[in-house]
């Protein structure tokens, strides 16, 4: 019989980000222009407090896209000063506004805010972050949430190679709200096996070298060596760390060290260009799913 595919000898899959993102894009795109013929546009409201540059870039990237694909994209950019109260008021407001169907508080927050606090205020309903408890509880059970965007874009990277996950046991290395744990729960929908292995587990090598699709997420450069990868694997690397290079300046790798492991697998991520650009492509899907049940609300 024939062999399933992930155990063929066959060059790796550099599973490409940039394009995925850019296909994605492209099919909200068609969407969204469908909807402004009917007069209707879903609107995403992006709120920066302060000057963090890496902030800043990103923000300006969200609002660029969002305005590429047809949608309505508000910002507000507000001092470093600004106190908890008026930005829990900020929230408030756009939680009421009916052109508003997204609301993203841009991380992290000045120290004299409590960013839990301020996350908690956004409606559900407008999440498209995912992080809202009410959310992380629907992902939790099975019902239909608002998911974050890089487990999305993690899963969406996973089956460009293999379509069907089923069966297949994935391990994901990092417990976090953010990534670790909702990309825990899609690979669970998508009926996978999952270990969740982090700082305190045992033998992590050992686990890790069981799985079929390894996702990494702890925020270490290049802690997933060739010896941590199981033969065949379908490997996503959720990492970005800026490191420094040996002749002066630095550069950003994944928590997987690229180079070391893709020859031993089936698919892999490149950092960058691999997870990080389906992040935002899945903040404009969110967007738009929430514009689409704002709709089915008031039907």
């Given at each position: 019989?024939?062999?399933?595919?992930?155990?063929?000898?066959?060059?790796?899959?550099?599973?490409?980000?940039?394009?995925?993102?850019?296909?994605?894009?492209?099919?909200?795109?068609?969407?969204?222009?469908?909807?402004?013929a009917q007069g209707k546009q879903p609107g995403l409201a992006v709120v920066l407090?302060?000057?963090?540059?890496?902030?800043?870039?990103?923000?300006?990237?969200?609002?660029?896209?969002?305005?590429?694909?047809?949608?309505?994209?508000?910002?507000?950019?507000?001092?470093?000063?600004?106190?908890?109260?008026?930005?829990?008021?900020?929230?408030?407001?756009l939680n009421h506004d009916p052109a508003i169907h997204g609301i993203l508080v841009q991380l992290p927050l000045p120290e004299h805010i409590n960013a839990e606090k301020v996350l908690e205020s956004i409606s559900p309903d407008k999440d498209v972050d995912g992080f809202h408890a009410v959310n992380a509880g629907k992902l939790a059970i099975g019902m239909n949430a608002l998911v974050p965007c890089t487990p999305l874009g993690s899963v969406y990277l996973a089956k460009m190679y293999r379509k069907d996950l089923s069966g297949l046991h994935a391990v994901v290395i990092g417990r976090s709200n953010i990534v670790g744990k909702p990309v825990a729960q899609l690979l669970l929908q998508e009926n996978c096996t999952v270990t969740i292995v982090?700082?305190?587990?045992?033998?992590?090598?050992?686990?890790?070298?069981?799985?079929?699709?390894?996702?990494?997420?702890?925020?270490?450069?290049?802690?997933?060596?060739?010896?941590?990868?199981?033969?065949?694997?379908?490997?996503?690397?959720?990492?970005?760390?800026?490191?420094?290079?040996?002749?002066?300046?630095?550069?950003?790798?994944?928590?997987?060290?690229?180079?070391?492991?893709?020859?031993?697998?089936?698919?892999?991520?490149?950092?960058?260009?691999?997870?990080?650009?389906m992040t935002i492509a899945f903040l404009l899907a969110n967007t738009l799913r929430a514009f689409e049940l704002s709709e089915a609300r008031t039907q």
């Open positions: 019989c024939a062999l399933p595919i992930w155990e063929l000898t066959m060059p790796p899959m550099i599973l490409d980000g940039n394009a995925a993102a850019s296909h994605l894009r492209d099919a909200l795109r068609q969407k969204i222009a469908a909807l402004a407090v302060g000057e963090n540059p890496a902030s800043k870039v990103y923000v300006a990237n969200k609002a660029r896209q969002t305005k590429e694909i047809g949608m309505l994209s508000v910002e507000h950019r507000l001092p470093a000063e600004t106190s908890e109260a008026d930005l829990l008021a900020l929230v408030e407001q982090h700082s305190r587990t045992k033998n992590i090598a050992d686990i890790c070298r069981q799985a079929d699709l390894l996702v990494a997420a702890i925020g270490k450069p290049l802690f997933v060596g060739a010896d941590m990868v199981k033969d065949g694997a379908i490997v996503i690397d959720v990492g970005i760390n800026r490191v420094s290079k040996p002749d002066g300046g630095s550069k950003i790798v994944g928590d997987v060290d690229f180079d070391a492991v893709k020859e031993k697998t089936a698919a892999i991520t490149p950092v960058p260009g691999g997870v990080g650009p």
